[in-house]
């Protein structure tokens, strides 16, 4: 079995209200329970705000550590899961069915390497 990672990206800014959210949350822990039945999660988070990462790059062979995301963008990581399948085609219905769950948000699927 290969691994992938089906990554979340959501926009900048404050999350949407229970109405738009809370209905959202209910189809994600439905489709985490299926894929736990499935045999195919092996986990999942939501990261803290974009605003909130530390970017670490060496220069000069110092490392500088510069507040906020690595690149300027209007959408950032939101969240991923990581599961097993069996190859790309199962991997990408997974995340088919990510992106339905999470209606708005892109969903990028892509494998582990090695």
Do not use: C, N
């Not at 079995?1 to 209200?17: A, N, R, S, V, W």
């Amino acid at each position: 079995m290969k691994h992938y990672i089906l990554t979340m990206y959501q926009p900048d800014g404050e999350p949407p209200g229970p109405e738009v959210l809370d209905p959202v949350m209910e189809r994600l822990i439905a489709l985490e329970q299926e894929m736990k039945a499935a045999g195919v999660w092996v986990f999942s988070r939501a990261l803290k705000p974009a605003g909130e990462a530390v970017v670490m790059r060496l220069r000069e062979g110092e490392v500088l550590s510069t507040d906020g995301p690595y690149t300027e963008g209007k959408e950032h990581i939101g969240g991923f899961t990581i599961i097993t399948a069996p190859g790309r085609d199962a991997a990408l219905e997974w995340g088919r069915r990510l992106a339905t769950a999470v209606a708005l948000l892109p969903v990028e699927v892509r494998e582990f390497q090695g």
